[in-house]
């Protein structure tokens, strides 16, 4: 299983829940679990192109994922996922 961790932002998008676990072989698998399971959840995590929204970034494990492959980062089971929104203010 794969372990996806939400920020307290997020967690209203998925019933409080502060992490998530599927079965999946790349982040690409995760977000399209993440459509089916919490549609809300991937809708502020993705665009309606399923492109990941510019704020948003997610890491595997320490990595983020633009410094591996992409959404077509291999995930093996024990892999965490942080979706890290980007912070703004002044």
Known sequence: MITVHL???LRDCCEGASELA???PSLRAVLDALEQRHPSL????????G???RHV???VNINHMRDC??????????DVVTILPA???G
């Open 42 to 49: 991937h809708r502020s995590i993705c665009d309606e192109t």
């Open 22 to 24: 599927f079965p999946a």
């Open 7 to 9: 920020p307290a932002p």
């Open 69 to 78: 492959n992409g959404l077509d980062t291999p995930l093996v089971p024990g």
């Open 51 to 53: 492109t990941v929204r």
């Open 57 to 59: 970034n997610l890491f």
């Open 87 to 89: 912070v703004s203010g």
